[in-house]
């Protein structure tokens, strides 16, 4: 089976999986029970790995809490913000090409009175500033806009962004779940003021996150979304996930270390793939853009050929039409639906996402099956 779906998970990398093994059996205690040796050196460990991730993003260490993964801190920050900026303003800035952690969180906020700006985005999936400053009113108190697209991959314009909506007094929450540990990122430069992450998106284990809350200048508070005994500064209780916590941290650590030289590599295959598909069965169209895009994610739609029925035909490789999360829908994905370009190009997205352990023969092998599988479909639509 060749993986090429890493926009959708990663598997854990062997080195955190080490980093990981002991705190199951042998440092087993509860971070929060700092009285004896075991709770201590659990809470240790969950401190390493707060920095390590505070150092991926430009945060200090207590600007970092952990959650169960990106679904629950884009929760955290919408719910969160919104409950305690109620007095404020009940208006909130997002777009249409989020993910649905932020869209039906936005659609639950609506049901409770609160006025939500959908934003358009441009062919190429990237909002616009002006329409950011256009949409803001007196009753703004948050702008949620996405770092990196999940299924089309596109960069949002985050520092500029950033930039406007620290000058206008408004909070500014990002998810970045796609980004962290694949481009650089600084909290402080691009003036985030909430950011999602998750670990398995970036060779860490699944279940969990984390939610960067700036602590200062300003001092973001959220309500929390998870009552009980007051973990992470109460904004998110509930005993802490210590082995995966550290894989996170591990994961991290090896992201700010790898980063650069895989994107290099990524570009390489991106570069070696379109070149065989182009070179074989003609034109196709890329969805998103070619230079605001995260290096390891592909979307392309072939002209006449049904993305369902190609997976169909392909057999050991695993990518994806659509997001991973609506794909038990028939839905053409909103993503792509949202660039414009009509309902065809919709339906036949394909999403490749290269990952740490694919390699070139991988890329040039699946290059040839997916050629294959789609003179197949040409063929048999003609009959
Ligand atoms: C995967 C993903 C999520 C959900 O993250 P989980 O940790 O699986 O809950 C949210 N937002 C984006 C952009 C994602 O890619």
Redesign the pocket.
């Known amino acids: 089976m060749i993986y090429l779906d890493h926009?959708s998970t990663t598997p854990v990398d062997k080195r955190v999986l080490d980093a990981m093994l002991p705190f199951f059996t042998e440092v087993y205690g509860n971070a929060a029970s700092i009285d004896h040796d075991p709770g201590h050196d659990a809470n240790k460990a969950v401190n390493v790995a707060r920095n390590q991730i505070a150092r991926l993003i430009g945060a200090k260490d207590e600007e970092i809490i952990f959650t169960s993964?990106?679904?629950?801190s884009?929760n955290i920050a919408l719910f969160g913000v919104a409950e305690k900026y109620a007095n404020s303003g009940n208006h909130i800035i997002t777009s249409k090409t989020e993910?649905k952690?932020v869209l039906d969180s936005c659609h639950k906020l609506e049901s409770k009175g609160f006025d939500i700006t959908y934003l358009d985005v441009d062919s190429f999936g990237r909002v616009s500033i002006d329409a950011v400053r256009d949409a803001i009113t007196s009753k703004t108190i948050l702008v949620s806009i996405?770092y990196a697209?999940?299924e089309i991959g596109t960069i949002a314009p985050v520092r500029e962004i950033g930039a406007l909506t620290r000058e206008r007094g408004i909070i500014f929450h990002t998810?970045a779940?796609?980004a962290v540990g694949h481009v650089p990122i600084n909290v402080d430069e691009c003036n985030i003021d909430l950011m999602?992450m998750?670990a398995?998106?970036m060779y860490g284990p699944?279940g969990v996150?984390g939610l960067f809350v700036r602590r200062r200048i300003p001092r973001v508070r959220v309500a929390p979304v998870i009552y009980g005994g007051g973990h992470e500064k109460g904004i998110r209780s509930g005993t802490l996930n210590v082995p995966g916590i550290v894989g996170f941290g591990t994961a991290a650590e090896i992201a700010r270390n790898a980063m650069h030289d895989e994107k290099t590599q990524y570009l390489s295959y991106s570069k070696l793939f379109l070149d065989v598909i182009q070179s074989r069965v003609g034109e196709v169209f890329i969805n998103g853009s070619m230079t605001e895009r995260l290096p390891n994610n592909l979307n392309i739609s072939v002209p006449g050929i049904e993305s369902k029925s190609l997976v169909v035909q392909l057999k050991g490789i695993a990518i994806s039409t659509g997001s991973a999360c609506t794909s038990s829908s028939v839905e053409p994905s909103h993503v792509i639906t949202a660039l414009g370009h009509g309902a065809e190009r919709a339906h036949s997205a394909i999403r490749i996402g290269w990952g740490r352990f694919t390699t070139t023969d991988e890329v040039e092998r699946a290059a040839s099956i997916i050629c294959d599988a789609i003179q197949r479909v040409r063929a048999l639509n003609l009959r």
Not at 69 to 72: N, V, Y
């Open positions: 926009n993964g990106a679904t629950e884009d993910h952690a996405m697209n999940n998810d779940t796609q999602s998750s398995h998106k699944k996150g």
